[in-house]
């Protein structure tokens, strides 16, 4: 593989490229029948349009799930952290050192545990914070506009009986 291959962005939008669900005059199969097939089509779609709108901050779904959730949890520590997002400790440590590059979050001494650090948005954090949930929120918008207000809120309940 050249090294020009091996450089191209692997997302679709990333590379220009427009992702379509259904391809027209493919058959699918049992696969249109898979709700989990179904979930996975929607995500790229919704993953795309998250990436695009928050782009201007640098900020991928996880970097958000967790500057909130520092944000909103004082003195969260970083096993926490990871055991809350449902990833490893090692993947923590690596969106933390991102939020931290980017000067949002700062490790702190643990209070009770000398051996932790808690995590603390920093002031930079909490402004940024602020644009980047109202940008996740016009994408959240955009991309349920085709659902009423209850169709919304059903299907948020659905996906919670998936995820519980």
Do not use: C
Request: a positive charge.
């Amino acid at each position: 593989m050249s090294r020009a291959a091996s450089q191209r962005p692997r997302r679709p939008g990333a590379r220009g490229e427009q992702f379509q669900p259904h391809v027209p005059g493919v058959r699918y199969g049992a696969l249109d029948g898979l709700v989990g097939y179904a979930i996975r089509r929607a995500q790229i779609v919704i993953y795309e349009d998250f990436l695009a709108a928050l782009a201007p901050w640098d900020i991928t779904p996880q970097r958000f799930s967790a500057l909130t959730l520092i944000a909103a949890n004082t003195h969260l520590k970083l096993t926490d952290l990871a055991r809350i997002q449902g990833i490893a400790r090692s993947g923590a440590v690596q969106i933390v050192n991102q939020l931290q590059a980017l000067g949002y979050v700062e490790r702190q001494d643990a209070e009770h545990d000398k051996r932790a650090y808690s995590l603390a948005a920093t002031d930079a954090g909490r402004a940024v914070l602020a644009d980047i949930t109202e940008a996740v929120q016009a994408h959240d918008a955009r991309i349920s506009q085709e659902l009423g207000a209850a169709e919304k809120r059903q299907l948020i309940e659905l996906l919670g009986k998936l995820g519980a």
